[in-house]
Nanobody, 118 residues
Framework: QVQLVESGGGLVQPGGSLRLSCVGSGRIFSIYWIGWFRQAPGKQRDLVAYISNNSKTTYADSVKGRFTISRDNAKNTVYLQMTSLKPEDTAAYYC????????????WGQGTQVTVSS
């Protein structure tokens, strides 16, 4: 399975921005659909955005208009640009290879923590 490593999280004030990165291994990264998930303490892990192999993007209603997912296949990287962050965006964020139905395929990585607080 492809190895994916998340980075870019941190502490940010409400209204601020962060860009998360998901770097993958393998020479066929470009064919994968990749999703960004998040999990807040005590809650289930939810899919917030995903990008297809031809760069079609889909977003959860909770982040639509604020988050942008993109990919750079030359760098084997998928990004999640997050703007207008809210305290309710606080969570551990994970990327994963997904099916076309949005189901995760790989084992989960370490994730990257995003904390939105003043």
């Amino acid at each position: 399975q492809v190895q994916l490593v998340e980075s870019g999280g941190g502490l940010v004030q409400p209204g601020g921005s962060l860009r998360l990165s998901c770097v993958g291994s393998g020479r066929i990264f470009s064919i994968y659909w990749i999703g960004w998930f998040r999990q807040a303490p005590g809650k289930q892990r939810d899919l917030v955005a995903y990008i297809s192999n031809n760069s079609k993007t889909t977003y959860a209603d909770s982040v639509k208009g604020r988050f942008t997912i993109s990919r750079d296949n030359a760098k084997n990287t998928v990004y999640l640009q997050m703007t207008s962050l809210k305290p309710e965006d606080t969570a551990a964020y994970y990327c994963n290879r997904i099916t076309s139905e949005g189901e995760p395929i790989n084992d989960w990585g370490q994730g990257t923590q995003v904390t939105v607080s003043s």
